[in-house]
């Protein structure tokens, strides 16, 4: 069978701002298991770059090993890609976007990728805040290798092998809080039209990014003692908001929203519920985590933003030229360059 879709457009399929169709930021036709909540992701960020008219080539997809690391096959197929080793993901970003600061970066990993293997390079990228935006497909096992508990298995949900965890689980939106994370959402795969805006309000984020999606494994982990099927998490979300992306030429109303400016102009919209909270304070946001966890719910939105910290490329003071388009001079510039900076740090 083939795995390439038809290229074939209906001649009345709309055209974004740079004149390209949803089509165009397609890629491979997936070769997951019918139902999987990676091609619900992969289907949000196709619809968020088309809105955005984002220019597929200036974006960079990265991905370590996984059925989540083989998604970056699926969309944007006319973007930049590469697929690292198991957990390798992070440093593979930084290097490329140390050397090449105009490229927008998308990393896919999974919760095995990110949260077992890869939790040390995991850490360090977000206390870094590396300009980008990292996209876990949080299933809760590993599709590829016949569904063994991850690391963000919860205690006593079981998969089909009937096996109830026992291992206190990693949770990466918890822990990115902690660690200094300037971006922190969670959302569900079932969801798109939460998903989309806060991919949106991710790429657009002047730092590190990072949204965990609840998205079930329909072969391994979508049995009803699993708290990571589509049944547990429909029954048991609880949306910390609900978040448009709008330009910052939108006009709000006098609606009770809080707006986040975003240092490009952009505005990310939350709408206030009840029992809401401030995406603005950390202590809050960590603390709404907590809470919903041992209510068993999945607080799902835009848990926690900050655009003030400065980005990695801000704090090392890097030059706005990127690294890939300096000369041999500019790179090299001799040994009297290099003796002033070895007696500065004597």
Do not use: W
Not at 38 to 60: G, K, R, W
Not at 122 to 129: G, T
Not at 209 to 229: E, H, Q, R
Not at 310 to 319: G, I, K
């Amino acid at each position: 069978m083939s795995y390439i879709i038809p290229r074939f457009r209906h001649p009345c399929t709309a055209p974004n701002g740079i004149g390209y169709t949803r089509k165009d930021y397609e890629g491979a036709l997936s070769t997951l298991c019918a139902g999987c909540g990676h091609d619900s992701i992969s289907a949000a960020i196709v619809q968020a770059c088309y809105e955005m008219s984002v220019e597929p080539h200036l974006v960079a997809k990265l991905s370590g090993i996984g059925c989540s690391s083989k998604t970056p096959a699926y969309f944007l197929r006319q973007s930049h890609g590469f697929n690292s080793v198991h957990g390798r993901m992070p440093s593979v970003a930084t290097g490329a976007n140390l050397a090449n600061r105009d490229l927008i970066y998308l990393g896919v990993s999974g919760d095995g990728d990110t949260a077992s293997i890869g939790l040390g390079q995991f850490a360090h990228v977000m206390r870094r805040n590396l300009n980008m935006l990292y996209i876990i497909e949080n299933n809760g096992c590993y599709g590829l290798t016949k569904g063994q508990d991850s690391a963000t298995a919860d205690v006593g949900s079981k998969t089909k092998s009937g096996q109830a965890n026992m291992f206190s689980p990693v949770d990466p939106a918890g822990l990115a809080l902690n660690i200094g994370a300037t971006f922190v959402a969670r959302s569900f795969s079932g969801d798109k039209a939460q998903l989309v805006p806060l991919i949106k309000a991710g790429l657009h984020h002047p730092g590190f990014a990072l949204i965990d999606v609840i998205s079930p494994c329909v072969t391994f982990n979508n049995i009803p003692a699993s708290t990571k099927s589509y049944a547990y998490t429909r029954e048991h979300m609880s949306a910390a908001d609900v978040v448009d992306f709008v330009p910052a030429a939108a006009k709000y109303g006098a609606d009770g929203a809080i707006d986040v400016k975003m240092p490009d102009g952009a505005t990310v919209k939350l709408r206030r519920l009840p029992d809401h909270h401030d995406p603005r304070d950390r202590a809050a946001a960590a603390d709404a985590v907590m809470t919903t966890r041992e209510r068993g719910e999945v607080l799902t939105g835009l848990i926690y933003i900050d655009t003030d910290h400065p980005s990695l490329h801000e704090m090392l003071d890097t030059t706005e030229t990127p690294l890939r388009a300096l000369g041999e001079k500019e790179l090299c510039p001799g040994a009297k360059a290099l003796e002033a900076i070895n007696r500065n740090a004597r």
